[in-house]
Nanobody, 121 residues
Framework: QVQLVESGGDLVQAGGSLSLSCVAS????????MGWYRQAPGKQRELVAD???????NYADSVKGRFTISRDNGKKTVYLQMNNLKPEDTAVYYC???????????????WGQGTQVTVSS
């Protein structure tokens, strides 16, 4: 079974930067759209950004101009560079892949365990 493992969450001051990574592990042939979501306490999980295998990106309005999503298809890894962080960016950040083709067939809607990002004012 495919696993998504995030890293990079931390405590940072407002205006600072963080870089998140998420790697898909297992015997993987192809990876579909990779995305980052976040969930703050008492709020619903929301899309932050996603990226297709061809490099097309999509961002939430709240992070446009501050966050950059990228991926390395060879490494089965997606990254999220977060600059000019604000206290309202505080949340657990989750990695998601919509479709992964493995040696045992396709898997859909896979999630990582989440990584905490805390931005202090």
């Amino acid at each position: 079974q495919v696993q998504l493992v995030e890293s990079g969450g931390d405590l940072v001051q407002a205006g600072g930067s963080l870089s998140l990574s998420c790697v898909a592990s297992g015997i993987i042939f192809t990876v579909g759209v990779m995305g980052w979501y976040r969930q703050a306490p008492g709020k619903q999980r929301e899309l932050v950004a996603d990226i297709t295998s061809g490099g097309y990106t999509n961002y939430a309005d709240s992070v446009k101009g501050r966050f950059t999503i990228s991926r390395d298809n060879g490494k089965k890894t997606v990254y999220l560079q977060m600059n000019n962080l604000k206290p309202e960016d505080t949340a657990v950040y989750y990695c998601n892949v919509d479709r992964i083709t493995t040696s045992r067939g396709p898997e859909y809607d896979r999630w990582g365990q989440g990584t905490q990002v805390t931005v202090s004012s």
